[in-house]
């Protein structure tokens, strides 16, 4: 049997570098692989709305901006299935009965659950007393890896392409797909996780060098950002703070700009942009032994940056004036995804003998029960 690949992402901004080398182009060149039947991608607009209940407009608002820059990285609705979580109903009640196959204290130590609470203004406990203070943990999202195994189980996916920081939602589902199928039978498939190849691309920092890209630090550099955008980031970027005269020797370890080259730059590029050095490795000895400016280091990573982003740049305007194909294609995506994940439900409530009414054995047992008695 062929493998089936779902993933997705919170529609709560647009994506940026770190989405594109972490997972948005691996999904391109999944699509190409003769590996994998199908790929769902799911826009995850009901998990976004367990920590922002109160504003269910952003959600609504990035819906389209992270279907904008899927199309534009170059996922093809024709190879891909792009769908809207919140439109696939059976996702909750495939959630509802695998609730009780999780206790409280297995979603508690989640370890990715237990850092985003922390994160969260909720992580305080509520104020006694005062009934106007919302603090305290929205069930849904103590319960969202739950939810997750929901989106993953319900189309079969044999492969889930994420971050590492998605490691113990993966192993959450494959737990509950244990004990599912020994407790009412094999209808569930123990999905595998599927991690970024290149260790430089697991984790793209922030142009602050901040461990990670993430829209709250401003630290971004967005795949619709400008070519002046883009010019500006990385000329703002941090380096190395004890580099402060080009003859310095310079560090490349925790240097931003040396860390997004490893990720982005190919031999191919010097000859192009920078002849002086015929590698990464030759510069970054140039840089070590000092006499090696940021300037020219960052020009570089300028060049690289917006011929990569140049046809992202281009596919991208295509659809921004194409909106409402853009929403048919959702929609189209959304079907689909609900009449498979509905095939799933049926087999689940087959399974747990919940499919009352096409159970003509328990009706035809019970009637002849009955009618036994009162004769
Ligand atoms: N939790 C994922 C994230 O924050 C998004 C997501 C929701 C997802 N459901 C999923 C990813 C199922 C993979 C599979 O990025």
Redesign the pocket.
Known sequence: MGKII?????PTGRLHLGHFVGSLSRRVQLQKSEEFDKIFI?I?DA?ALTDNADNPEKVRQNIIEVALDYLSCGIDPKRSTIFIQSQVAELCELAFYYMNLVTVQRLQRNPTVKAEIKLRDFAEEAIEGDTTQKKGIPVGFFTYPIS?AA??TAFKATT?P?GED?EP?IEQTREIVHKFNTTYGEVLVVPEIMLPDNSACMRLPGTDGKAKMSKSLGNCIYLSDSEKDVKQKVMSMYTDPDHLRIEDPGKVEGNAVFTYLDAFCRDEHFEKYLPDYKNLDEMKAHYRRGGLGDVKCKKLLIAILNEMLAPIRERRAYWENNIEEVYRILEEGSLEARRTAAQTLNEVRGAMRINYFEDRELISEQAARYKAANQ
């Open positions: 779902l993933t997705g992402d919170r799911m995850a998990q997750q989106d993953i889930v994420v998605q939602m």
